[in-house]
């Protein structure tokens, strides 16, 4: 079998590959930088390295040819949590970038394609249950332009589908957390300025967390298991902020803050930081935009997920035990 990967030297995207290739597929990759693709995937003598930008889709469409499946996880995300209007870029990358790639995919005679969303498209039940993939959007959903982006993005690839052969199943992960977030995203900044001491307090909040292996993993299943046009939460549980930290002291042996800080603090530090960034033109400290997701009150039900696709779910302190020991071999510390 070979697959088509987008994204592939993002934190979803790395891990994918590996999942892949230890299956037993040939992999293409599509690099924006091909000295970064051999940073992390160079030791796979399965992967070949595709070059390309999703801001050029036809540069690189002919390298679909022959492939099996496409995974598509590339997105304009992290860019997102700074300053200034990226609603542009968010139209163009996740929604439009999508359905042109979806086009070349079929064109090029890919039998399938897994699409990665996110959860963030998803709320609690109306009853405040965890969220199913029939749930309506979260609040939050129409605030965070990357989630109304992704919200989009699913109803562009629900039309692509009424007039399309190919199949398409999406996954909707959790905040992910693992080995190989090499960027990284917020949560891997998140645990290396845990690591590195620059958190003073005990945050307030919490997310539904999950191992981007175990994403990866319900994305492979997929190819065989999952229904065309269905969404699938691919998504562990809910953990405080704080919980979170006191597993990462005890994994890595730096301790944990001692105080907590109530919510109305973190809004008041988000906007402070994002005030001095206006200022001084760096992106903020604190970031608006994942301070509203801790104290979101998200909650999801991955039974769905478990059932068709197999999804399991490691420990929270296996995950954050693999992610520091990778960024302590990797000498991010």
């Given at each position: 079998?070979?697959?088509?990967?987008?994204?592939?030297?993002?934190?979803?995207?790395?891990?994918?590959?590996?999942?892949?290739?230890?299956?037993?597929?040939?992999?293409?990759?599509?690099?924006?930088?091909?000295?970064?693709?051999?940073?992390?995937?160079?030791?796979?003598?399965?992967?070949?390295?595709?070059?390309?930008?999703?801001?050029?889709?036809?540069?690189?469409?002919?390298?679909?040819?022959?492939?099996?499946?496409?995974?598509?996880?590339?997105?304009?995300?992290?860019?997102?949590?700074?300053?200034?209007?990226?609603?542009?870029?968010?139209?163009?990358?996740?929604?439009?970038?999508?359905?042109?790639?979806?086009?070349?995919?079929?064109?090029?005679?890919?039998?399938?394609?897994?699409?990665?969303?996110?959860?963030?498209?998803?709320?609690?039940?109306?009853?405040?249950?965890?969220?199913?993939?029939?749930?309506?959007?979260?609040?939050?959903?129409?605030?965070?332009?990357?989630?109304?982006?992704?919200?989009?993005?699913?109803?562009?690839?629900?039309?692509?589908?009424?007039?399309?052969?190919?199949?398409?199943v999406l996954i909707c992960p959790g905040?992910?957390?693992?080995?190989?977030?090499?960027?990284?995203?917020?949560?891997?900044?998140?645990?290396?300025?845990?690591?590195?001491?620059?958190?003073?307090?005990?945050?307030?909040?919490?997310?539904?967390?999950?191992?981007?292996?175990?994403?990866?993993?319900?994305?492979?299943?997929?190819?065989?298991?999952?229904?065309?046009?269905?969404?699938?939460?691919?998504?562990?549980?809910?953990?405080?902020?704080?919980?979170?930290?006191?597993?990462?002291?005890?994994?890595?042996?730096?301790?944990?803050?001692?105080?907590?800080?109530?919510?109305?603090?973190?809004?008041?530090?988000?906007?402070?930081?994002?005030?001095?960034?206006?200022?001084?033109?760096?992106?903020?400290?604190?970031?608006?935009?994942?301070?509203?997701?801790?104290?979101?009150?998200?909650?999801?039900?991955?039974?769905?997920?478990?059932?068709?696709?197999?999804?399991?779910?490691?420990?929270?302190?296996?995950?954050?035990?693999?992610?520091?020991?990778?960024?302590?071999?990797?000498?991010?510390?």
């Amino acid at each position: 079998m070979q697959a088509f990967v987008t994204g592939s030297t993002g934190l979803l995207g790395s891990n994918l590959v590996r999942e892949l290739v230890a299956r037993g597929y040939a992999v293409k990759a599509l690099v924006r930088s091909v000295d970064k693709g051999k940073v992390l995937l160079g030791d796979l003598p399965q992967v070949q390295f595709v070059p390309g930008d999703l801001r050029n889709i036809p540069a690189f469409a002919p390298a679909l040819q022959g492939c099996d499946v496409l995974f598509h996880t590339a997105a304009y995300f992290r860019e997102s949590y700074g300053l200034g209007d990226h609603w542009p870029q968010l139209r163009r990358l996740n929604i439009e970038a999508t359905v042109e790639l979806l086009e070349a995919a079929e064109t090029a005679g890919v039998s399938k394609a897994i699409y990665v969303s996110s959860s963030g498209c998803i709320g609690r039940n109306p009853d405040g249950s965890p969220g199913t993939e029939a749930s309506p959007p979260a609040p939050i959903t129409s605030r965070n332009l990357y989630f109304k982006s992704k919200l989009m993005a699913e109803a562009a690839v629900a039309s692509f589908l009424q007039r399309s052969s190919l199949p398409v199943v999406l996954i909707c992960p959790g905040a992910m957390l693992g080995p190989q977030d090499a960027a990284p995203t917020e949560l891997g900044q998140f645990v290396l300025d845990f690591l590195n001491r620059k958190i003073p307090v005990l945050l307030a909040g919490g997310m539904p967390t999950v191992d981007v292996r175990d994403v990866a993993t319900a994305m492979v299943n997929a190819v065989e298991r999952g229904r065309s046009g269905d969404r699938y939460l691919v998504s562990g549980p809910t953990y405080a902020m704080a919980d979170l930290m006191h597993t990462l002291a005890a994994v890595s042996g730096v301790p944990a803050p001692q105080y907590r800080i109530p919510p109305v603090v973190m809004r008041l530090m988000a906007t402070f930081s994002t005030w001095m960034g206006r200022l001084t033109g760096r992106k903020p400290d604190v970031p608006r935009e994942g301070i509203r997701i801790m104290l979101a009150n998200l909650a999801y039900d991955a039974t769905k997920a478990r059932r068709e696709l197999g999804a399991q779910f490691r420990p929270l302190e296996v995950t954050l035990a693999d992610m520091v020991t990778w960024y302590r071999q990797t000498n991010y510390l």
